[in-house]
């Protein structure tokens, strides 16, 4: 069994920056081999993908929302999954979540193949 705990949301303004972490705990020798993802949902609309890392942690997909902002890294010694966020923008507001054992390549953001998932970590961006 795979548990995910979120960290490190809060407030920030307009072009501000934060950082977020999931810890996971369960079977080291399973988590390596999952491909790992965040996502978010903002109030009233669907669950989306933002970024997702293979298992090395050398090949990594964005949304297109937040190319270029947002960087999603993993810590496979100590079982820590990251995303840094920076020039973050009012509709970056959402609750984020941590995904494990996310789909491979391509299909990446799609959450219907989520194996496990985070109980999310509030963000919000206002001025």
């Known amino acids: 069994q795979v548990h995910l705990v979120e960290s490190g949301g809060g407030s920030a303004q307009p072009g501000g920056s934060l950082t977020l972490s999931c810890v996971v705990s369960?079977?080291?020798?399973?988590?390596?081999?999952?491909?790992m993802g965040w996502f978010r949902q903002a109030p009233g609309k669907e669950r989306e993908g933002v970024a997702a890392?293979?298992?090395?942690?050398?090949?990594?997909y964005y949304a297109d929302s937040v190319k270029g902002r947002f960087t999603i890294s993993r810590d496979n010694a100590k079982k820590i999954l990251y995303l840094q966020m920076n020039s973050l923008k009012s509709d970056d507001t959402a609750m984020y979540y941590c995904?494990?054992?996310?789909?491979?390549?391509?299909?990446?953001?799609?959450?219907?193949?989520?194996?496990?998932w985070g109980q999310g970590t509030q963000v919000t961006v206002s001025s």
């Open positions: 369960g079977p080291g020798s399973i988590y390596v081999n999952y491909w």
């Open positions: 890392i293979n298992s090395d942690g050398d090949t990594t």
């Open positions: 995904a494990a054992d996310t789909a491979r390549g391509g299909s990446w953001y799609l959450r219907e193949f989520v194996g496990y």
